[in-house]
């Protein structure tokens, strides 16, 4: 005899984990089902590593190329149709509020963000109007709408933090020491403050117009953060950062922090507020969930250049970063940094197919990562 | 009544404890008296942010002025003249070696080292050949003997890092990524260890030369292998420096080993051999102490842009070190990294002057530093 239908178990919407994509699903820490899988997607894997964004990119400045959304909308469907990556990230940079309000920056080919005249007292405060996104930089909203509609994975939106654009806006180049951005902290901490307050604004107001126009996750990137010694985070950063993530935390969606060589602050960058913290490749993924809180996912965090590496060390590499995971489902795969120029795009193809087939985010191991 | 004298007592020598130079005593992690001191001295004390540096110091390369053993010792003795630290570094580079047996290797001024053809393949094994320091690297050794008769608190020499070493001769100049290094490391293993095993005959028989003319500690500079996941770094690094630390056990110096952005390897470098590990400013003293076996002692913190900032700022940040540090008696303070060259030589003064009245090394913490 067959049992007679049970309208409370056959009618019953999904839960909310199946529903959700599984890169949102890492975010939040959801444990998925056996079928369900790790997501995956690359820091600058819209960029010069593929043929078909040099091909469309044109040779003038990375923020000309910005401002048209059809191009940015289309450098940033890229990746996802040729990897199969589980989110698109906006193409766009971390200078172009600052640029887009008339600070004078720009990003010079093979070096970075350049400011022709760097930020250096208080009078430089005046030159740091409020963003007003649907004005000043209309164009990011528009690429973020033409990707909502085509996307057919989630979008994330990002924002420079405080203090790494502070870091370009005072240096007024990269830097290796952060000389002028230390001595500034230190030096004038009221005019500190007042800086990184008007960048904090700045971020909000980019991130809160990403987010309403579209984008279902935001990542801010602290990339420079690690610079800086723990308590000099905690006192000149941490509270800036903070209140970027606070002030946007009614919109409800997922918050990345990351940056660089930040493993002693991983735990103050999760306090900061953040739902996922992105780590680089020197903190072991096992070691770095001991410093974050229970609830806190984690993104990453493969080393860049050994995507440039033979086969099976990446993919050794890539079992590793599994196997240190353990299937904790608030994992999102990443690289440790961004996509190397030189990087062959078919590797990118093959890492995906990988931690699609062999991670596992219901706690298990797979059995070809667990024999590593 | 007076007590007789006591022989046993009044004759006997004095403990070694007291015998040894606080830098010495530091490094062996041995208690000192309430009267001992906490040893300090810095990264590139010598060097460009001395006025009378600048003043002998002359127009040309760096490698001109290692060549030149007076001028070398005298360089070596300013620092220790005007600050009163408790330990000399000789005044060279740690690309001197490859440089002495012809490799092709110089230092620009504002960059660093550059290599006229990098190291690229199989090939260019044949152009390192041993190092023979009495004749390669005579003048070092002349000043190391000068410096030996005339200075007053121990010379510490030094040498590269096979990896650090390694990384400079296949970039050919100063690097961000490592890519190439990176690349050879995990494309052409055997390659990478036959050049791994070159460089470290290279920095042992440097270091040999060194301590056997008169240096009383040595110091291996890693610098850059913070750049490496922990499972690179301890398969295609520590044994190498491993093999570095063993072949000049027998001399019993006192090795202290070195690399910035090193906090995830602070257990490994200690492994290596280290009877010292240093640390820079990332890594909070009482944190590193946790991951360094109990019989190491610890070289730092301070970050080195600190000393560019109000001296109440730096003042405080030295306090903090010390109080991290608790008053263990292996500890030696130094900057988390070299001086910088912008820095006023009268705060390195007000340093030194710090941490000898309120540094403690009996276990006790000055008042001052405790209430800080």
Not at 292 to 301: D, F, H, I
Request: with cysteine.
């Amino acid at each position: 005899m067959v049992n007679p239908p049970n309208p409370a178990i056959d009618a019953a919407p999904a839960p909310a984990s199946d529903a959700l994509p599984a890169f949102l699903r890492a975010c939040r820490g959801i444990a998925g089902g056996p079928e369900d899988r790790v997501p995956v997607w690359f820091m600058r894997q819209a960029g010069r590593s593929l043929p078909e964004y040099r091909e469309i990119r044109g040779a003038g400045s990375i923020l000309e190329a910005i401002a048209v959304p059809e191009l940015s909308a289309e450098i940033t469907l890229q990746p996802v149709r040729r990897y199969g990556v589980d989110a698109a990230i906006l193409y766009s940079d971390i200078v172009v509020p600052a640029a887009a309000i008339g600070f004078g920056v720009d990003v010079a080919p093979g070096i970075g963000p350049v400011v022709e005249r760097p930020f250096a007292s208080a009078a430089d405060l005046a030159r740091l109007r409020p963003l007003e996104p649907d004005v000043d930089t209309a164009y990011v909203l528009e690429t973020v709408r033409i990707l909502a509609r085509e996307l057919t994975v989630p979008l994330i939106g990002f924002a420079g933090a405080p203090f790494t654009v502070a870091s370009y806006l005072i240096e007024g180049r990269p830097s290796r020491t952060y000389t002028r951005t230390k001595a500034l902290m230190h030096g004038d901490p009221t005019l500190w403050h007042a800086l990184m307050e008007r960048l904090a604004e700045m971020a909000i107001a980019s991130l809160r117009s990403q987010i309403l126009n579209g984008a279902a996750a935001i990542q801010l990137f602290d990339s420079w953060a690690g610079a800086l010694a723990p308590p000099d985070y905690e006192h000149f950063v941490l509270p800036h950062s903070r209140r970027v993530f606070e002030a946007i935390a009614d919109l409800d969606v997922p918050r990345i922090h990351f940056g660089v060589g930040t493993g002693e602050l991983l735990g103050l960058m999760a306090a900061a507020g953040a739902d996922v913290v992105g780590v680089d490749w020197r903190v072991p993924l096992d070691v770095a969930r001991t410093r974050v809180p229970a609830g806190t996912a984690l993104q990453g965090n493969l080393d860049p250049v050994l995507c440039l590496a033979p086969w099976e060390v990446t993919e050794a590499a890539v079992r590793d970063v599994l196997r240190r995971n353990a299937g904790h489902p608030g994992h999102i795969f990443n690289l440790g940094h961004g996509v190397m120029p030189e990087t062959d795009p078919s590797v990118l193809e093959r890492v995906v197919e990988l931690v699609h087939r062999e991670g596992r985010c219901d706690g298990s191991v797979a059995p070809e990562v667990a024999a590593s």
